[in-house]
């Protein structure tokens, strides 16, 4: 990623980690800067993956794992018969709406993890296959997992970016710099 995420307090340990998980967000939200929606849901390659559907996936996904954490019930239920439509704008949604949606989500993160007494407090993790009976995890994993998960994607996005248009995630960090420059000066 093309971006130098700023150092922490010392000793600020959730900091660092809240500070490299909003690095990745905005590798994903550079990815549809200055796009149209239809652009934003176009599927460039033989992947059903769009830039709009990427930054839907990882908003839900954030909002899930943060709520597995907190022992609330999900926000948003997904099975095997509607995962996929974590992927996809379905009607009314706008890749502007989505991308508010995920600023809340990621303000809700922040409140959480900095209402934990400490990163090695632990939550339950759901039943399912792939997990171990009766598992737990620390605050710790859960935002190295955010980071981890929002990555991934976030270099889905600059493939995906990159055949739309031929731009890159170093030109994307300049528009976006020279946007809040010229913001900044009015």
Same mark, same amino acid.
């Given at each position: 990623?093309?971006?130098?995420?700023?150092?922490?307090?010392?000793?600020?340990?959730?900091?660092?980690?809240?500070?490299?998980?909003?690095?990745?967000?905005?590798?994903?939200?550079?990815?549809?800067?200055?796009?149209?929606?239809?652009?934003?849901?176009?599927?460039?390659?033989?992947?059903?993956?769009?830039?709009?559907?990427?930054?839907?996936?990882?908003?839900?996904?954030?909002?899930?794992?943060?709520?597995?954490?907190?022992?609330?019930?999900?926000?948003?239920?997904?099975?095997?018969?509607?995962?996929?439509?974590?992927?996809?704008?379905? /009607?009314?949604?706008?890749?502007?709406?989505?991308?508010?949606?995920?600023?809340?989500?990621?303000?809700?993160?922040?409140?959480?993890?900095?209402?934990?007494?400490?990163?090695? /407090?632990?939550?339950?993790?759901?039943?399912?296959?792939?997990?171990?009976?009766?598992?737990?995890?620390?605050?710790?994993?859960?935002?190295?997992?955010?980071?981890?998960?929002?990555?991934?994607?976030?270099?889905?996005? /600059?493939?995906?970016?990159e055949s739309l248009d031929?731009?890159?995630?170093?030109?994307?960090? /300049?528009?976006?710099?020279?946007?809040?420059?010229?913001?900044?000066?009015?």
């Amino acid at each position: 990623m093309p971006t130098h995420v700023l150092a922490e307090a010392h000793g600020d340990e959730t900091g660092a980690l809240l500070a490299f998980l909003e690095a990745q967000r905005g590798g994903l939200r550079r990815a549809v800067l200055g796009l149209t929606d239809a652009q934003a849901a176009e599927r460039p390659s033989a992947s059903e993956l769009s830039l709009a559907g990427l930054v839907k996936h990882v908003a839900e996904t954030e909002q899930h794992w943060v709520e597995i954490a907190q022992g609330l019930p999900h926000s948003i239920e997904r099975n095997q018969s509607n995962w996929h439509l974590s992927f996809r704008l379905e /009607d009314g949604e706008t890749p502007a709406g989505v991308l508010e949606f995920w600023e809340g989500v990621a303000q809700r993160t922040e409140k959480f993890i900095r209402s934990v007494p400490s990163l090695n /407090d632990t939550f339950a993790l759901p039943e399912a296959p792939w997990f171990p009976p009766n598992a737990r995890q620390s605050m710790r994993w859960l935002m190295l997992h955010l980071i981890e998960e929002t990555a991934r994607h976030a270099g889905h996005a /600059d493939v995906i970016r990159e055949s739309l248009d031929g731009r890159t995630a170093f030109e994307l960090v /300049d528009e976006e710099r020279a946007g809040r420059e010229r913001t900044a000066g009015e």
